[in-house]
């Protein structure tokens, strides 16, 4: 059964008619920031407690190391010790059959490889920065840093968010991972200005271009924010989940799903197709055409990863890691693609004669 526009089941949840006793069903689950929002909505429900919701699977989730201390029904309470454990213990998902437990929690290490590999990816981006500082006469440097700098201020809140550092159902986690989908939603606006700002509608690097792009990225943030914090809260009890409605199958967020799945997909789709029209038709290259298409798979390949490996490789490795490792090398491989096909359609200084050739011809690429 296909799941309604704007659930985010299939990506926090395994499926509902999974058990630990060999069922084949395919999990799409992953390990997503907008989890740990729904984490606190269901926790929040009482008259009875969500917490069948929660841990469905309490025989794999390692409680009591794995000796389960009881069974957690419906007339289960928040205080009682079996959901004291599992709830301290809980890694980032919603009703999953394999999670990585928290840090700290029954020798738990979190998701270490999403750890390692967010702090070398932010090295990576980092040097990337500094050679977009470098190239001082390049056609859409601010617009370009804005974004890599963006993108690197994701990778340490995909340890606090998708590494299992913090507790979840906690106002900390929750806050944090509202910002972190927001500055995602917002960081998919600033790559698509900088095609829009390629195609030389506006001059890039001045206000006509900072100005509108920042004033976008601050209210797609800012709206983002709010509906997230709402759907964990439940600010305007607009999105509270209720007992009646505190199953799998209801976390649906239509407003969120838009913005923070459907949008980035968007946005890169089309990213790409302004990329390719300028550097082919415009500037008549094809070489870094190469290199836009192939970062649009990386990111593609990103997402895939994330989703369809995540529960195997968890179960594969005990409840070790999930694939949000994989998918953030493959991210950032993306972004360093991005800088290469920028790097090649533009010059590092003024005074270079291929630069002053092709300004002068009236295309500043």
């Not at 302004?274 to 550097?279: A, E, F, S």
Request: hydrophobic residues 50%; contains cysteine.
């Amino acid at each position: 059964m296909v799941p309604p526009y704007g659930s985010f089941s299939p990506f926090c949840s395994s499926p509902s008619g999974a058990s630990d006793q060999g069922d084949v069903s395919i999990s799409t689950a992953g390990p997503l920031p907008h989890c740990n929002l729904f984490f606190r909505s269901l926790l929040k429900v009482t008259s009875p407690p969500a917490l069948t919701t929660l841990f469905p699977f309490r025989d794999v989730t390692g409680l009591g190391n794995g000796r389960p201390l009881g069974p957690i029904t419906t007339e289960t309470s928040v205080e009682d010790l079996v959901a004291t454990r599992a709830i301290n213990r809980a890694g980032t998902g919603v009703g999953l059959r394999c999670d990585v437990g928290r840090l700290g929690q029954e020798g738990s290490l979190g998701d270490i490889a999403q750890l390692i590999t967010s702090i070398f990816c932010f090295l990576i981006v980092s040097f990337l920065i500094f050679r977009t500082i470098r190239r001082r006469a390049a056609v859409g440097r601010i617009e370009i840093l804005y974004f890599f700098l963006l993108f690197a201020l994701t990778l340490p809140l995909r340890i606090l968010t998708t590494a299992n550092v913090l507790e979840q159902g906690s106002a900390a986690l929750a806050v944090i991972s509202a910002i972190h989908v927001a500055l995602n939603v917002g960081m998919m606006w600033i790559l698509l200005g900088n095609a829009i700002v390629a195609t030389q509608v506006v001059p890039d690097g001045t206000p006509t271009s900072i100005i509108p792009m920042s004033l976008i990225f601050l209210v797609l943030f800012g709206f983002t924010v709010y509906i997230a914090l709402d759907q964990a809260f439940g600010i305007s009890r607009w999105f509270m989940l209720t007992s009646g409605r505190a199953e799998v199958g209801q976390l649906r967020n239509i407003a969120l799903w838009t913005l923070s799945i459907l949008w980035p997909y968007l946005a890169s789709i089309v990213y790409l197709a302004i990329m390719l029209y300028v550097v082919y038709y415009h500037l008549e290259e094809t070489r870094p055409c190469f290199w836009f298409i192939l970062s649009f798979l990386l990111f593609a390949a990103s997402q895939a990863v994330l989703f369809l490996a995540s529960q195997p490789l968890c179960e594969a490795s005990n409840g070790k890691v999930t694939s949000g490792f994989l998918s953030t090398l493959l991210e950032t491989a993306a972004v360093a693609m991005l800088f290469a096909a920028w790097s090649s359609i533009t010059e590092a200084e003024w005074d270079e004669p291929i630069y002053m050739e092709e300004y002068n011809s009236g295309y500043k690429y």
